[in-house]
């Protein structure tokens, strides 16, 4: 059932979606994501879980292991508590940024979510293509089913390339070669994936065993997709299970959609890679992955352009800091020296302002859209924007502040132990 002729493989053009894959459909669905009732990104999430099969769905929505992390970053803007200015007059709001010496018309961009295709047809092409209507940026990730090229080509804004080193040094230097010739204006290095977190859900749905390609193994857990048939006919018109293009094994073959977890270990990046990585690329680069003061300092003093505080939305280590929380520490330590970035746990505009009074220049969403563009393909994810859009210029007015650039952390207050820090105790060498 997964495994069906491919396409998008390196040096191939993709060929149109097979037959005229559901029109009807995709006008359904647009017409669900403009309802009325879908009012926030909590409704396009309960679009997509009834669209998607589960194993796909809990892909998405799922977080590492007892799924701390990723209640935290969402739970964590609430001791964020706004201080706003009444009695102000704003008519227009501003809501530009400039980030990477980039315009942008709104203060985020769509993060890398990997495997985009398996939500919706070419799901990211539509995903750019959304983000650059809108005025923003686009982050494609390594683990895509689509070329670099062809996504670059669907977005009017700007398209960045994160970077796995997966299929090793040389596979990756010819991603980032693509990337380059495909027009993509910055490298974004993925530094906290040295192995696949432990997604339970995804144990629990088989993903591992409708992976195995073996009939047998995988006929258990297949009743998924029966029961989604809608999503399992756009599924099959686009090819079945993808490829991943953008990592050109040696031999020419893209890398098979198979046990993405192994691959990584086997291409864990390190500050060296970094240095290396920063030749061979040369334009801007941004480090995504940092936690902690001490990880954005050496991310600095390593060159990076840009840093992004993210836990991998809760994917990777349970248990570490909410983002918004790690954000001031990491403002505190490297803010005057570099452009800081952060995601994790943004459903709201508010939560999107609050970050940026914290002294983020712009954010990266992640899930927020990934719903969206699995409840509507493009719709969705021009929906998704549109509802973080309105919030953040009505939380813009509330607050009583007519630009994003006059935002500062005046305009919060957030817990006093967020400043505070156990002190390093003595290492435990030579304990038993
Ligand atoms: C389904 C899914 C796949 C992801 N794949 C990647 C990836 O391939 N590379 C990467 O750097 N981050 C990846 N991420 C992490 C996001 O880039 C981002 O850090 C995270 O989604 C932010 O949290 P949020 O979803 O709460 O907004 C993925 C996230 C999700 C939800």
Redesign the pocket.
Known sequence: MWVLPRYGRAGVDCPPIAGNFGSDDRMTMARAVRSHEVVNIADLRRLAKRRLPRVVFD????GADGEIT?RE??RAFEDVIFRPRCAVATTGTDLRVSVLGTQLDLPFLL??????RL?YPRGESAAARAAGDAGTGY?L????GSRVDEVRGASTGPVWY?L?LLGGREAAAAAVERARAAGCTAL?V?I??PVAGLRERDARNGTRELLSRQPFTMLPHVWQFLARPRWLAGFLADGGLMDFPNVVLPGGRAMPYADVGAALEQSVVSWSDLRWIRELWKGRTVI??IHTAEDARRAVNEGADAI?V??????QLDGVSA?IRALPEVIAAVGSRTEVLL?????RGGDIVKALCLGARA??????Y?YGLAAGGEAGVARAIAILRADVDRTLKLLGCASISELDSSYVEVPAAWGARVEPTAPRVGLP
């Open positions: 892909y998405i929505d799922g990723l970053n969402c993060a890398p979510v990997g495997s985009s939500f982050v990730s390594t683990l895509s994160q796995y974004v993925t906290d994936t995504k992955g992004v993210s836990n991998h939305g809760g994917r983002t995601d994790g746990g943004i459903r954010v990266l969403v992640g899930r927020a990934a």
